[in-house]
């Protein structure tokens, strides 16, 4: 099995900085889309953000200009930086992740197998 392994949640104020880190572990070699979900109690799950094994990334319009996804493939690792975050932010972040390797950076939830615990991010004053 794969295990994607979440870090770095936690409370922060309106207008802050937060930096999540997913690590993939387990029966691979490597680990190829990653992506950030999340999802607020009574919401629709949405997405955050995904990166290729390229680098190449798509942010939800929410997150637009405010959060960055990076990966540093040879840790099988992604980070999700969150600025300037507002209430609306708060959720359950999921690190996602597929051993599967495309060259644009959109997949959809069903092409991702492999989805960690989830780690709650909550903006508060």
């Known amino acids: 099995q794969v295990q994607m392994v979440e870090s770095g949640g936690g409370l922060v104020q309106p207008g802050g900085s937060l930096r999540l880190s997913c690590t993939a572990s387990?029966?691979?070699?490597?680990?190829?889309?990653m992506g950030w979900y999340r999802q607020a109690p009574g919401k629709q799950r949405e997405l955050v953000a995904q990166?290729?094994?390229?680098?190449?990334?798509d942010y939800g319009d929410a997150v637009k200009g405010r959060f960055t996804i990076s990966r540093d493939n040879g840790k099988n690792t992604a980070y999700l930086h969150m600025n300037n975050l507002i209430v609306e932010d708060t959720a359950v972040y999921y690190c996602?992740?597929?051993?599967?390797?495309?060259?644009?950076?959109?997949?959809?939830?069903?092409?991702?197998?492999?989805w960690g615990q989830g780690t709650q991010v909550t903006v508060s004053s």
């Open positions: 996602v992740g597929t051993t599967r390797r495309f060259t644009s950076p959109r997949l959809r939830p069903s092409h991702y197998p492999y």
């Open positions: 387990g029966s691979i070699s490597s680990i190829g889309h």
């Open positions: 990166i290729s094994s390229g680098g190449l990334t």
